[in-house]
C-alpha cells in the first residue's frame, strides 16, 4: 500500500489541482472495476502517488469492492453517488467528481494521479474535458464482436479502447484479431489495448499508457 499521510489542513484554499486526472468508462459489466483492481499494484510497483473515485447510481458498491480488496489504503477510495444516468456526472455536470478530485488531493501530500471509474453506462457514455485530462473505454469480448463496428462515441472518442476479458472470446463465439482489427480501422489506428484484467493479461501496457500520457514518463 502507499504510505503517504494525509495532508494535515489539506492544499491552500484556491489551489488548482495537480494530479494527472484519468477517466475509465464502458458497459455495464465489461470490467472496469476488475481492470482497476488490476492496475493498482502495477501502479504501484512503479512508485505512482494515486487514488481513486468510482461513481454509481444509488451504490457505493464498487468503491467498498476496491476498499475490501486490501490492495490499497480505503481512505485513498471515494465514491460518488450519480443518481440520475451515470453519464451525467462525468459529462454534463461532473462537479460532484471534480470535488471527490479536489478533496482526495487536499488529503494526501504529492497525489500524482487520479482515476475515475464512471457507472456502467453505454456506447455513447464520453467524459467531461472539465473532469479529466485523458480518458480509455473499457468494453468486452462477450458484449459480442460487432462493437466495434457500432462505432459508440465512447468507443471513437476515448484515447484509449481497453478490449477486455480476451479469454472469453473462444467460449463466446468471438475471433478476437478480427474485432481488434475492427476495433483499430473504426478508430483510425487510434491505441486499442486487448486486456484479460484477471490474469493481468494487457495491463502492463494500459499502465504505460497512462503513464506516458498524463506523467509524461517512459
Not at 91 to 110: C, H, Q, S, Y
Request: aromatic residues 4%.
Amino acid at each position: 500500500m502507499l504510505d503517504a499521510k494525509p495532508l494535515e489542513g489539506g492544499k491552500p484554499a484556491g489551489a488548482a489541482p495537480v494530479a494527472a486526472r484519468v477517466g475509465i468508462g464502458g458497459p455495464v459489466g465489461s470490467g472496469k472495476t476488475a481492470l482497476i483492481e488490476a492496475l493498482i499494484p502495477v501502479l504501484q510497483r512503479r512508485g505512482i502517488n494515486f487514488a481513486i473515485v468510482t461513481n454509481d447510481l444509488v451504490t457505493r458498491e464498487d468503491a467498498e469492492r476496491i476498499r475490501r480488496s486490501g490492495l490499497i489504503d480505503p481512505e485513498r477510495v471515494s465514491a460518488v453517488e450519480a443518481g440520475a444516468c451515470p453519464h451525467t456526472v462525468i459529462r454534463e455536470d461532473p462537479t460532484l467528481n471534480i470535488a471527490a478530485g479536489d478533496d482526495l488531493e487536499a488529503k494526501f501530500v504529492g497525489l500524482e494521479l487520479v482515476l475515475f471509474e464512471s457507472g456502467g453506462d453505454n456506447l455513447a457514455s464520453t467524459f467531461s474535458l472539465e473532469l479529466v485530462d485523458w480518458w480509455m473505454f473499457v468494453i468486452d469480448v462477450a458484449g459480442g464482436d460487432d462493437i466495434p463496428r457500432k462505432k459508440g462515441p465512447g468507443l471513437l472518442r476515448c484515447d484509449l479502447l481497453v478490449v477486455n476479458k480476451v479469454d472469453l472470446a473462444p467460449h463466446v463465439g468471438v475471433v478476437l484479431e478480427p474485432m481488434l482489427k475492427d476495433a483499430l480501422r473504426v478508430r483510425d489506428g487510434r491505441p486499442v489495448i486487448a486486456t484479460n484484467a484477471r490474469s493481468g493479461e494487457g495491463v502492463e501496457a494500459v499502465a504505460d499508457a497512462i503513464v506516458a500520457a498524463v506523467l509524461f514518463r517512459a
